[in-house]
């Protein structure tokens, strides 16, 4: 179901070069390419300040996009090779929601032969790109693929199975990574020497009463059902975080149900989760107050299993969509609570922005402000509490095909004029800013060198 009359099929790629030229409006050092979307063009950029300086020298400035309605190795390599040539490196995401229709018939996600199918597919894509590919995603945002698209049903694919099935994808999505990262390892790392890991989005999470237990279990329940159910397997254990474990085990006896585990277990014969990350890439929008859930008894599900509830603090702007509240400083908070859960990590933020509504706002200072602030709590996230941030990606550098809003709502810096059929692109204030501070970055980093 898309908002209003939005067409999910969009006619064609909109020239590339008109792209290439955002890009070089923009100054980017990186490309986030989504290697398998259908949507439309998707890129990334921030707002200008004075704190560019306070980044290291081989920090990344990047943009996100998504190539739609694939026409094969030839798009794929000219759009690497023309980045490679405007002196932008691309970092490539291979799987976005969208799976063929073919693999879903035959059980998509849920089915345990889709991971050496998705190994087979990585395996084809770094062999092809990986000459010059060195960034590489797996998988972007497993929780929502398997929360939202199995549970909910208000994504790809809008099944709406609640009690395992969430459980069940998001397993077999981090059996696929496992394989993939292990091919890469033992057949292309020595020869390319590239780095691969999958995108992980999280709110961050603050007890609404700090002094209540309940509130404080909540929260931890909360990070542990979201950010710690695809991060604790690559980065701490090799498995679930035992919280979210016995808290579905516990759920599940006082429900009744008596059909083994329903949050599956990996298999010793199967390549091992742990270390198969190279580095952390973390999509951060928004944080939560938590307190404990107020579920509707008797039901299976991982809403009642997490029993924690998200609550937006009224003090938070709301920028555009009603679920991003802007909170900034819980980007560097996050940023911190990884560094100190997982090893201390080199972290990408692969995905961060914010969006528009309504009439369209060419001027629009309200974005430029929270670029601004966001960019500060990175910037303090890097220099005072020591997380070693490597880049920045924010969505997106154009407006596009947003899910099941469709077109309604515009996260670009670049605004895409989406009923002529040339797809003109005009740089909001928000883009000229974030090309400002790119430039003066890259000025200051060139006489330091």
């Known amino acids: 179901m898309l908002h209003g009359?939005?067409?999910?099929?969009?006619?064609?790629?909109?020239?590339?070069?008109?792209?290439?030229?955002?890009?070089?409006?923009?100054?980017?050092?990186?490309?986030?390419?989504?290697?398998?979307?259908?949507n439309s063009p998707e890129w990334n950029c921030i707002h200008t300040n004075d704190s560019a300086t306070m980044f290291p020298t081989n920090f990344a400035?990047?943009?996100?996009?998504?190539?739609?309605?694939?026409?094969?190795?030839?798009?794929?390599?000219?759009?690497?090779?023309?980045?490679?040539?405007?002196?932008?490196?691309?970092?490539?995401?291979?799987?976005?929601?969208?799976?063929?229709?073919?693999?879903?018939?035959?059980?998509?996600?849920?089915?345990?032969?889709?991971?050496?199918?998705?190994?087979?597919?990585?395996?084809?894509?770094?062999?092809?790109?990986?000459d010059r590919v060195k960034l590489w995603i797996t998988l972007n945002e497993?929780?929502?693929?398997?929360?939202?698209?199995?549970?909910?049903?208000?994504?790809?694919?809008?099944?709406?199975?609640?009690?395992?099935?969430?459980?069940?994808?998001?397993?077999?999505?981090?059996?696929?990574?496992?394989?993939?990262?292990?091919?890469?390892?033992?057949l292309y790392r020595a020869k390319q020497g590239g780095?691969?890991?999958?995108?992980?989005?999280?709110?961050?999470?603050?007890?609404?009463?700090?002094?209540?237990?309940?509130?404080?279990?909540?929260?931890?329940?909360?990070?542990a059902?979201?950010?710690?159910?695809?991060?604790?397997?690559?980065?701490?254990?090799?498995?679930?975080?035992?919280?979210?474990r016995s808290s579905i085990e516990v759920r599940s006896k006082e429900l009744g149900y008596q059909e083994g585990s329903r949050l599956p277990r990996f298999?010793?014969?199967?390549?091992?989760?742990?270390?198969?990350?190279?580095?952390?890439?973390?999509?951060?929008?928004?944080?939560?107050?938590?307190?404990?859930?107020e579920c509707c008894p008797g039901v299976l599900g991982l809403k009642s299993d997490q029993d924690a509830e998200g609550v937006v603090d009224p003090s938070w702007p709301v920028c555009g969509v009603s679920w991003l509240a802007v909170v900034p400083d819980g980007l560097r908070k996050l940023l911190k609570y990884v560094k100190d859960t997982f090893n201390n990590p080199a972290v990408y933020i692969t995905e961060n922005g914010f969006s528009q509504v309504g009439p369209v706002d060419m001027e629009d200072v309200q974005r430029c402000g929270f670029y601004h602030d966001i960019i500060q709590e990175v910037a303090r996230a890097l220099r005072e509490d020591g997380v070693d941030v490597r880049g920045y990606f924010a969505w997106s550098l154009l407006d596009?095909?947003?899910?099941?809003?469709?077109?309604?709502?515009?996260?670009?810096?670049?605004?895409?004029?989406?009923?002529?059929?040339?797809?003109?692109?005009?740089?909001y204030r928000s883009g000229r800013e974030y090309a400002g501070i790119i430039s003066k970055y890259r000025s200051q980093t060139m006489v330091n060198t």
């Open 5 to 38: 009359q939005c067409r999910g099929q969009i006619d064609h790629v909109a020239p590339l070069t008109l792209t290439l030229a955002c890009l070089t409006i923009q100054y980017l050092f990186f490309f986030y390419m989504k290697a398998n979307r259908t």
């Open 267 to 293: 298999s010793k014969d199967e390549p091992s989760l742990l270390g198969t990350a190279d580095f952390f890439a973390l999509n951060y929008y928004t944080s939560r107050r938590v307190k404990q859930g």
């Open 195 to 223: 780095s691969v890991s999958l995108a992980i989005n999280s709110d961050w999470a603050e007890p609404l009463d700090p002094a209540s237990p309940d509130d404080t279990a909540a929260t931890e329940r909360y990070l």
């Open 61 to 130: 400035w990047g943009a996100a996009t998504s190539a739609y309605q694939i026409e094969g190795l030839r798009y794929y390599n000219k759009v690497i090779n023309d980045l490679l040539a405007s002196d932008v490196l691309p970092m490539v995401t291979l799987y976005h929601f969208d799976l063929p229709q073919a693999l879903q018939d035959q059980g998509g996600w849920k089915s345990p032969e889709i991971a050496a199918i998705f190994d087979s597919y990585a395996r084809f894509c770094f062999e092809t790109f990986g």
């Open 400 to 427: 596009n095909f947003e899910w099941a809003d469709g077109f309604s709502v515009r996260f670009g810096l670049f605004h895409v004029d989406f009923s002529r059929p040339e797809r003109p692109r005009t740089a």
């Open 225 to 244: 059902f979201t950010l710690g159910w695809f991060a604790w397997p690559l980065f701490v254990t090799g498995d679930y975080p035992e919280v979210m």
């Open 142 to 186: 497993p929780y929502v693929c398997a929360k939202l698209g199995h549970e909910d049903g208000i994504f790809a694919p809008g099944v709406k199975e609640p009690g395992m099935a969430a459980y069940l994808v998001g397993h077999n999505m981090l059996r696929g990574h496992a394989r993939a990262w292990h091919s890469y390892n033992v």
